[in-house]
């Protein structure tokens, strides 16, 4: 791989509550809005080349938020497909989501099927959402299914290593730009395995601000950076 390559964007989109309460309206109007972002970035990203981006939608945490804004949270899928499939189906975007949907609401669980099943022969990017999802999770997860695969007798234990246990995550394409607005400079449990070697933009806009132009200075950010993958530079 090129090492400027940018294949896999991750955002951890945040700030959604304070730029509502910034404008004293409700946070859900922050969310509805920050649905209207990962729209406008996922076609910038798509016709910008990326391959793959990847937005923290709902952390396994985010449970203990109040009922009416979870509720809210998992109106969204429904929300955002009726008002932007066509886009997204136009810029050939394929959707996709990683987390655990078994425990969401029927109608989430119902769009996101429908999304998915809709936008499956798209040849262009793919969005994924992180849904229900934490990072822990998932590595629990995949130790788990190793696990069952030594006892079952078709994997054997030395036989373990870098590739077998990425490939038992929920997805496995490193990151190479992980970027968290609002100001926060956190992982919150986000693609741990697969930021290993990502670089990390953290910029003090609010999701819903977030449009094109920042997309370019964080990936103007990115091209300058010096990605050594633990070698030495390219510049010595
Ligand atoms: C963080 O803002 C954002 C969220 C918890 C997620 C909201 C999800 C979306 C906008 C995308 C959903 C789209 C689909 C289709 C599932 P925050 O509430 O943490 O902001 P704050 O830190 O200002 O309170």
């Known amino acids: 791989m090129q090492k400027k390559e940018l294949n896999h964007l991750a955002i951890i989109l945040d700030g959604n509550g304070r730029w509502a309460q910034e404008r004293n309206m409700p946070r859900i109007k922050g969310h509805y809005e920050g649905g209207r972002r990962v729209k406008d970035i996922a076609i910038a990203a798509s016709n910008l080349g990326i391959k793959r981006m990847t937005v923290y939608a709902f952390s396994t ?72 999802y934490g990072s822990q999770d998932e590595i629990v997860k995949a130790t788990k299914k190793i696990v069952q695969q030594v006892e079952d007798g078709s994997l054997n234990i030395e036989a373990i290593n870098k590739e077998i246990f990425a490939a038992n995550l929920m997805d496995n394409t490193p990151v190479d730009l992980l970027i968290r607005t609002s100001g926060e400079q956190r992982i919150s449990n986000f693609l741990l395995w697969q930021i290993a070697y990502s670089e990390i933009y953290f910029t003090d806009v609010m999701w819903p601000d977030f449009d094109e132009k920042q997309l370019a200075l964080a990936i103007e950010e990115y091209k300058r950076r010096d990605r050594r993958f633990g070698g030495l530079s390219n510049a010595k």
């Open 61 to 132: 945490e985010n449970w203990s938020r109040p009922d009416d804004e979870v509720n809210f949270i998992f109106k969204l899928p429904k929300i955002f497909l009726d008002k932007y499939l066509n886009d997204l189906m136009k810029h050939q975007i394929r959707v996709e989501y990683i987390g655990d949907i078994s425990y969401i609401p029927e109608g989430a669980k119902k769009s996101i099927n429908d999304s998915m099943i809709k936008t499956n022969e798209n040849i262009g990017m793919t969005l994924c959402f992180a849904l229900n």
